[in-house]
Structures are given as C-alpha cells and as structure tokens.
C-alpha cells in the first residue's frame, strides 16, 4: 500500500491506511452511498476514517449520526474515533438503534405520550406481561404461550402494525385473539409508563412522522447519517434512518447481504438488496479484501454462499499464505464428535501453543452445546458458554432493579408484582390477583390506587392492605433518600433497607453467598458507571442494562474454549473455528427447507461461521446424533458444495468408505480413541470405534430395504432409498423425498412402508 504525505507538513495522511476501495467510501462527498462490506474487510475502519473525514470537511460533530446493533460494536467505533480525533469524538452521535431510540424519547417524551422516567422491558419483563394479559383475558395460556404471542407483537411492529391493522388483517381466530391481547398488552404498557425493546424505535418513528416541526428540527441535527450492519435492518429501523436522513439524502449504509442471518428476528435482506432503487442516484462501493483468514477459509465459505440467488455479487480475497486445508472431521456420534473437538484442541494447544481461546466452537443451536461441556468438564478443559443466564438476568439482580425501577416509576406494574411478596410480606397470589383485577377495574395508574387505602382494603382485605402501605412506604423513602447519596451507596442502603438478603434465605439457603456476591457485583457496576458516564442518572443506569445484549457481556478468558451459536459469533474472530454438527435437517435446520430465502439464510450462517476463522477450519459432523434416541444422521449439503481439493477428511466412522453422491472417504485412515486424541494410521487400515458391537443380520423390513426401494414415511411422504448401512439393530438408510430433501433414518426407528423394489 502506497503512503502520501501532506505537502504542507510532509506528515503521513491518515488515507494512506486505506486501500483504494475503502479510501472512495471515506471520501465520498454527498448523495447515498452503499458500501459493501464483506467479512474481514475494514467496515469498522471505513465508517470511523469517514466519521473523522466528514469531521475535517468542516462538519460539526453534533451533525453526524453513526448506528450499529450491539454495545460493544458502539463502544469500538466511539473509541476509534477518539483516536483519529481526540476532543470532537465526544460530541458525534455514536450509539445502537435501541439506544438512540431511547435518548430520543428521554428528550421528547412529551411529544411521544411518555412520562420522562419512562422505564424500558426487557425480554424477561414483557414476557412476564405478556403472561399477566393471557391470564387476565382468560385465554388458554397452552394456546397462547408467551413465546408465540411475543414473537407475533414483534413482527407486527417490525412491519409497523399498531393493534387496529393487525386485527384488520387476522383472517382467522387465532389471529384476531393475538390482535385482543396485542391491544390490551400496549394498554398495559402504557399504564405502567413503560416501552418494549420494539416499542423504542415504533415510538420514535411514530413520534417523528406525526409531528412536522419536530421532525424537521432532527433532520436539521443531522446532516450525514451513517448506519452499521445495514443488512440486519428491519422495516421500522430502515425507515426510521431513511426520515432522519432527510432532506439532506446524506445516508452512508454499510453492510454485507452475505451476512444477513436475522430474518428471524424482523431482519430483511430487502433493505440492502434494493438500496440503489430506494435511491438511485447511490454510489455503491465494494469492499472485498479480506484482513482475516486465510484464502482456503475465503474459497470454501465462498463455495457454499455463491449458491445462493438473491446476493450483490462479489467474491473476497487476500494477498496471505493459502493456509492448511480445511479439516473435515466425520464421528460415529455426537459424543464421539465432541472428544474430538476436545482432544483437537487440546492438541493445538501443546504442539502449536495456541490458547484455548484463541478457539472457538460453534453450533446451529444451544442444545447442542451439552455433549462440548461435558467433554470439556471430563478433560478439565476450561471454557466459556456464551448463551447462559446473563448477569442482569439473574433472580437477585432483577430483584434489586425492580426496587429501583418503583423509585423512580411506580407505576411499573411488571416491577411491582415482582417484589410485591418479596420477601415475604403476607401478600399472596390471591390477594394480589385482587390486586390486580381492581386495580385495573378502576382503570387507574398503580400509584394512584396504592394511595387509596380504603380501594386496597376493599380489594384484598386489611392485614393485606396493611403490607402494601408499609411497601408504599418505604419505596417512598427510598425515593428520598436517593437525593442525598451516591447511586452505589444508596443501591447497598437499598439491600439492606428491604433486607433482599431474606428473600435469598427463602428461595435457596445454599445460594445465599453467591447471590450476595452478585449483588456486590451489581454496586460495583453502578460506582463504575458513576465515574465513567458524563451526568450519570438512576434512569440512564436502568436504561443501559435494559438494553445489555449476549454478546455486550462476552468476553474471552485467556485459557477458556468459547462455545456459542453461529448467530452469537458474529462480528467476532477466532484464530481457530469448529463449526459443528453439519448434518441434513441440524444444519441446515429442517424448517430451513420449507422456503427458498429461509434456506439462502442457512447458507449464509455458514458463510458466517466460516469466515470467522484466522488460521484454521475444522468442520464435523456426526453420523448418529443423540436427540431423542439415537438418530442417524446425513451429512450437510454444505459439505457437498466445498470443492475437495480444499479438504482434508478425517474419517471416523466404522467401514465407510463412499456415500451416493458425495465424497469419497479415502483420506489417510485414523483411529479414534476415548480422549479425542487423533493418530495417523497407515493407509487403508480400518477405522472402528474400540467399543464397537459385532454387526448383526438385517431383519424385517430392513432385510427387504436396497437401493432404489421406494417407500413411503408417514411424516415425510415418499422417498426413494440411496443407500443402506450397518446392520442389526443399527441398520440406517438414507432417503431421497420427493418434498425435496434427503434424510437418514435408523430402521429399527422408522415406520416405513415399502411401495415397490
């Protein structure tokens, strides 16, 4: 890469880090631009070098607007920008959607029908209401279970539905039931002074597009917007930057359609795809050389995601050494796969002196996660599960924030119902469905109801009313007191003022102690946010954990192994990467197949997965999975598309040696061993597992199963048989349906009907 100097200074521009692609995308004047980003090619560096650029053109930091998912992918690009900058940084807009969103509505709450204490639900919150509105509807809760409901609210606002054009469009019963508790679950919310995760940018966009004046003042803010990861998008936040960018048309998306693995979750690849014709006057600007991997790892993740139709074409390279070959690694079963993976690493470890985290293993769901732990627990091999109870997720924790919530907002109904009897104050179940059915028969806000004592006394009955005074009570004084102390001694007063140390005793006495540690934890979080935050406040405290994700909270311990799904590694980089269980119907996921683009996404997990990867791939795949009962399995139609010179196979299943269709198993024979450890056999030399059961005759309908059988599943229809392995009671086959996919299945297992030879 070719340096320039200033000629004035004779000091080195910093334009002369990037290379030609990445310097237009910083340089670009005004208009939309487009810049495609692939995998390990410097986005974060184009969007922080353009921040600093547009910087020194004369635009002020407070006109510049910058958007990402994540904390963490804020937290980076902030400090990137503090070091090409220094001062100005601290003025540029640099946030997450949802934290920009709330910001908004903390300064416009009026204009949005909010209280400014507004308190912010997350998952575990609304789920809880979504409970509360079934029950008090008299709904079927087994029908109407909090994941579906929830799932359906949140695509109805990613598609910018408001409950009256949901209940339009249901075109059954079901439908118009979710459009019911839809309505009645916003009330709620509304009631309690309270927003969703979904709600912070539905009401932002909604608050803007009903107000002109309002919503010229914030375009006038921001002259150039720039948005991160522009392919995870959904309807509502694609929309929300388009008005901000107004009437300027300064947008700046960056982003790679081959990354987008989040339809699942309101994502649509529609936003990047169809960028130019949203505006057609966009430059677009292909960022294609990759920093990362190797070009081995760059040719096979490319093998499988150029399958795919709706994609911009591009294709990443590098000028590294191509790197060792791809490992594919076949296992008589999960467990045996995850020894494997075990001993692999362990091995990488003492020959190559790698790190265990500096490796990575990666799954298509957490179930799968199980047979690596107890692996990793049986070698003594540290690691670390990304997935698990997050911190601000754990029962004492949101205890301790639910008082503090009813401090500043007591009309949070979710906050109040959680530590109403906690500890015990005498206020059971029944009376506070009393509670509830009154208070909300009255159509009142909590604190006005609370405050009525003789509506309490009539609702639950004297001793009961008498409890809830003496909460109401002390959350007051509380309240006082919070004015006169830092947030970490008042947040240790408040443990101990409502003795939260007898709820633990209660729930679980052997718990006790670590809970007590968690909550000093939670102090030590405040009195650090207190030091660090320019005017720290009790709200942007409770506001920055509400909107904590899984992977804010990542981070790799020196020694540990990380394991996590496919969806949580992204954006992140492992010298080493396993992905995992690459079989027909786990990945890709069955449902996967119902639908072309819900498959393209399968495809471009892999992509994902792969090009997380430094130095070296392992890919595996297990011929029997343990799901329900062992399951035979068939091996991914991803393995199918890698180009085999790029492979290395390690094959560990008994007496396999060529599938239909697929690849030849005549690699260098190993053998597999308990442990995982992997040693060269000479060519040719059998593989079997050491506790491998004498094979035994086929019989039933097994003993009439050949190649060319057709057959029909009850489930999955009719299909015609590939191939027959094993025998006995492990006898498997593998069938080819005529819905279009390709399963194996265990005989002994299958109900299978034999239509003809």
Known sequence: MTTASSPSTGQTSPLSQLNDPQRQAVTHGNGPLLILAGAGSGKTRVITFRIAHLLS??????????????????????????????????????????????????????????????????????TRLVKRVVKDLNLPERTYTAGVVKSRLSAAKDRLQDPRAYANLAHDDFGRRIAEIYAEYQARLQSAGAVDFDDLILRTLSTLETNESLRQRWQARFLHVLVDEYQDTNAAQARLVGILAEPERNICVVGDDDQSIYAWRGANIQNILGFAKTYPDAVTIRLEQNYRSRPNILEVAHAVVSKNLNRHPKKLWTDKHPGEKITLILAPDDWAEAEMVVGRIRLLRERDGLNGADCVILYRTNAQSRAFEEAFRRHSVPYVLVGGTRFYQRAEIKDVLAYMQLTINGNDEIALLRIINRPKRGIGEASQEKLIAACHAARRKWVDFLADSDAVAAAVGPRAAAAIAQLSLQLNRLKAERTGMGMSDWCKHLVETVNIKQIWEEDDPLQAESRRENVEELVAAIAEYETTTEAPSLSGFLEQVALVADIDSYDSQPEAVTLMTLHSAKGLEFPVVFITGLEEGLFPLSRSMEKPETLEEEYRLFYVGATRAKERLFLTYARTRHRFGPTGSMKSRFIEEIPRDYLDIENLIPDTTLEPGGLGYDAPGRTWRAGGFLNNARRGQSVVRRDSEPTLPRTGVAASLQAGTVIRHPKFGEGEVLAIRGAGDGTTCDIAFRSGFTKTLMVRFAPLEILRQ
Not at 98 to 115: D, N, Q, W, Y
């Open 57 to 126: 053109q004369g635009i002020a930091p407070w006109h510049i607007l910058a958007v990402t998912f994540t904390n963490k992918a804020a937290g980076e690009m902030k400090r990137r920008v503090r070091e090409l900058v220094g001062e100005p940084a601290h003025a540029v807009w640099v946030s997450t959607f949802h934290s920009f969103s709330a910001r908004f509505l903390r300064l416009e709450h009026e204009a949005a029908g909010l209280p400014k204490e507004f308190s912010i639900y997350d998952d575990d919150d609304s």
